[in-house]
């Protein structure tokens, strides 16, 4: 499952999640930099939640929050400033 998602109002910045099922790896990155890499080999929670604060030009705070459903299909639901912004269901 791959998404970007846009942070702040006035100075805008572009978050990228990617994550790997079947090598179960997650990569999230802004600006060219890896904000978190992570692996689980074997066993993968039913929730998980990974939570970023920005404060260059504006504070802004992202929360990407991972439900696993049966086997492979999982929901992200991505809040920003504590508000739902984007829902993405897939693999």
């Known amino acids: ?51 970023f604060e920005f404060a260059e030009k504006e504070r802004a705070q992202l929360r990407i929050e991972k439900r696993r459903k049966h086997l492979f299909a999982s929901e992200y639901f991505v809040y920003v400033n504590n508000r739902l912004q984007e829902f993405h269901r897939g693999i």
Request: glycine letters at 8%; proline letters at 2%.
């Open 1 to 51: 499952m791959k998404f970007v998602v846009e942070v702040g109002e006035v100075a805008k910045q572009q978050v990228e999640f990617a994550f790997n099922q079947l090598l179960g790896r997650t990569v999230i990155r802004s600006g060219g930099r890896e904000l978190k890499r992570s692996v689980r080999l074997f066993s993968e929670p039913l929730y998980d939640t990974h939570v």
